[in-house]
C-alpha cells in the first residue's frame, strides 16, 4: 500500500465514524414519524440523550484530527477540518432545539420539524466526504504545482529535480524491440585517433524507462558502497573493467580479466569488485528495473570516477568506446546507469548533481560530442539548460542513489561548489551492452588497464602519422602541410629510432591479437 502522512490516512477513517454516528442518530428518529404524538415525544427524549452522546463523538473525532492536521503542518486539511467542526457543532444545537421545541407542538409540526433537522444532520455526511476530497485534491494539485514551478536557483525556467520515490518499488524497463536497426550515418562532431570520416550509429534495442528516469535508494548493499568509495579513493586515476552476464534467468556475472590483452592473468582486484557491484545491483532494486532487457545483454562495462571542488562532468552520451575506435561504429548502452557511493547525505555535496536530458539522440546530434556545436555559456554546463521547456531531469547527489535511464540519453554532472572536508565525489558508472557490441569491448573496457595502454599506443600512432583529432591551441598546420606535434624519424637520434621501433611492433602485435 502507498505510505499517506498520518492525516490524509486518518480522514477516511474518521469520515466513516462520523457518518456512522449520524446514521444512527436517522434510524432512531425514523422509527417515531409512522407512530402516534404520544410515543412520538417519548422517542424524541431518548433520541435527545443520543444526539448529545453522537454530537460528542463527532466533535471529539475532528477535534483529534485537527491537531493531527496542525501537527503535520497540513494547512488545507487544518481550515477544512475546523471548518467541519464549527458546522456540525451548529447543525447539533440547532437539533437539540428543535427537539425541545416540538415536544410540546402538534404532530404535523413535529413531523415537519423533525424531517427539516433530520437532513440537516444527514447533510453533514456528505459535507465531511467533501473536505476529505478537498483535501486530497489539495495535495495533489499541491505536489504538481511543486513540480512544475521553475527552480528558483536557475532562474525563470530550467531542468525539473527527480525525486526518489520511498515506498514503491523501481519501475522496470519495458523493452520495445529486441533490434536496434542496421547502422546509420552518425557525426557527432568527434574523431577516434587515425580516423577521419565521420562513424556509422549502431543503436541498441529500444528501451523505456517508465517516467522516462528512475531513481533507486538504496542500490547497492552499504558495505560494499563504502568498499567501492575507500577502493576509488585510493586510486590516482579512474578505474574499469568488464563483468560477464553468465546466466540472464539468474543473474549470474563473471569477471573478466582486464589487466592487459591477451595476458593470460586472472581477475584482479578492479574485476573482482566490478563483479560485485554488479550483483549486488542486480539482486537489489536494480534486478527489477534490468530483468526484462537480461536476455538479450551480453554483459556490463563498470568504472569508477571521482572529483573534488571544481569537478565537472561535461555533456556527452556514453558508447562503447574500444568498440568505436576498432570498428568505427557509436553504440551506445541500453541503459546508462550510476550509482553514487560517497557518504554524504543529500544536500551535503553542493553541485554535482546529475542531469540527463530526454530528447535523447535528437538533442544530442544539435550539441555534439561535449557540445562541440553550441557553444557552452559561462554561467551554466549546457546553452538550454535554463530554457523551459529544455528536457533537463536532475537529481542531486546522495549515498548508494542511483539513476537509470536511457543509454542514448546525454547527461552531465554540474560542477562540485562545495564538498565536506575530506570527501569526494565518487560515482559508479554502469553500462550493459548487447550481444553485439559486448565482446568487442570486452577486450578492453574503459578505464581499465588494457584501455589505457591501447589508448597510449593509438596517441603515439596518431603524433607518428601526423592524423588524429584536430589541431588544438599549439598543433596548427605547419608550413608543409604537417602538425607541429608529428613526430618524423628523421628528426630523431638512435635512441629515439630504437624505441619507435620498439613501440611499432608493440602496437603491430596488440593489433594482430585483437584480428585487427
Known amino acids: 500500500r502507498r505510505r499517506l502522512p498520518p492525516t490524509r490516512a486518518m480522514a477516511p477513517p474518521l469520515v ?14 425514523q422509527a417515531p414519524l409512522h407512530g402516534g404524538v404520544e410515543a412520538m415525544e417519548t422517542a424524541l427524549q431518548d433520541a435527545s440523550g443520543k444526539l448529545q452522546d453522537a454530537s460528542s463523538k463527532l466533535r471529539r473525532g475532528l477535534e483529534e484530527a485537527r491537531e493531527a492536521a496542525r501537527a503535520t503542518g497540513d494547512v488545507v486539511l487544518t481550515d477544512a477540518l475546523g471548518n467541519a467542526l464549527g458546522r456540525a457543532e451548529r447543525a447539533a444545537d440547532d437539533l437539540r432545539r428543535a427537539v425541545a421545541t416540538t415536544v410540546g407542538e402538534s404532530a404535523a409540526k413535529t413531523r415537519v420539524a423533525i424531517r427539516t433537522q433530520l437532513w440537516e444532520a444527514l447533510s453533514i455526511r456528505a459535507l465531511l466526504a467533501g473536505v476529505a476530497l478537498v483535501a486530497a485534491a489539495g495535495a495533489v494539485a499541491g505536489f504538481a504545482l511543486a513540480r512544475a514551478l521553475p527552480d528558483r536557483r536557475r532562474g525563470p525556467g530550467g531542468p525539473k529535480r527527480v525525486r526518489a520515490s520511498r515506498w514503491r518499488p523501481p519501475p522496470r524497463a519495458v523493452v520495445l524491440s529486441r533490434d536496434g536497426g542496421p547502422p546509420t550515418p552518425f557525426d557527432d562532431g568527434f574523431r577516434s585517433p587515425g580516423q577521419q570520416a565521420p ?55 563473471r569477471a573478466v580479466p582486464t589487466g592487459g590483452a591477451g595476458s593470460g592473468a586472472g581477475p584482479g582486484p578492479d574485476d573482482d569488485l566490478g563483479a560485485a557491484i554488479v550483483a549486488s545491483f542486480l539482486a537489489r532494486g536494480g534486478g527489477r528495473v534490468l530483468q526484462p532487457l537480461l536476455p538479450l545483454l551480453h554483459g556490463f562495462e563498470v568504472w569508477s570516477v571521482r572529483g573534488s571542488v571544481g569537478h565537472e562532468v561535461r555533456y556527452h552520451i556514453d558508447y562503447a568506446e574500444w568498440h568505436r575506435k576498432r570498428s568505427h561504429e557509436c553504440c551506445p548502452p541500453a541503459l546508462a546507469i550510476t550509482v553514487q557511493v560517497a557518504p554524504v547525505r543529500e544536500g551535503e555535496i553542493v553541485g554535482g548533481e546529475y542531469a540527463a536530458n530526454a530528447g535523447g539522440l535528437g538533442h544530442y546530434a544539435r550539441f555534439g560530442y561535449k557540445s562541440c556545436r553550441i557553444p557552452v555559456p559561462p554561467d551554466a554546463p549546457v546553452a538550454d539548460w535554463c530554457d523551459e521547456p529544455s528536457g533537463w531531469l536532475r537529481v542531486p547527489y546522495a549515498f548508494n542513489r542511483a539513476v537509470v535511464h536511457p543509454g542514448e540519453w546525454p547527461h552531465l554532472a554540474t560542477r562540485v561548489e562545495s564538498v565536506p572536508e575530506g570527501v569526494e ?7 550493459p551492452f548487447t550481444k553485439a557490441v559486448g565482446p568487442s569491448e570486452m577486450a578492453a573496457p574503459q578505464y581499465s588497464g588494457a584501455f589505457k595502454r591501447q589508448l597510449r599506443l593509438d596517441q603515439m600512432r596518431a603524433r607518428l602519422q601526423g592524423t588524429g583529432p584536430d589541431p588544438g591551441p599549439g598543433q596548427e598546420e605547419g608550413a608543409a602541410g604537417r602538425r607541429e606535434g608529428q613526430i618524423r624519424p628523421e628528426d630523431l637520434d638512435e635512441d629515439g629510432r630504437r624505441l619507435l621501433i620498439a613501440l611499432a611492433r608493440r602496437y603491430k602485435a596488440a593489433g594482430r591479437r585483437e584480428g585487427q
Open 199 to 253: 562513424p556509422t550509429l549502431r543503436r541498441p534495442p529500444p528501451v523505456a524507462v517508465p517516467g522516462g528516469l528512475a531513481v533507486v535508494e538504496g542500490a547497492l548493499d552499504p558495505e560494499l558502497a563504502r568498499k567501492v568509495y575507500a577502493h576509488t579513493m585510493g586510486r590516482e586515476e579512474p578505474w574499469g573493467t568488464y563483468v560477464l552476464l553468465e546466466d540472464p534467468r539468474r543473474a549470474c556475472v
Open 16 to 29: 466513516d465514524t462520523a457518518t456512522e454516528a449520524v446514521a444512527d442518530l436517522a434510524r432512531d428518529l
Open 425 to 431: 565525489r565518487v560515482v559508479i558508472g554502469i553500462n
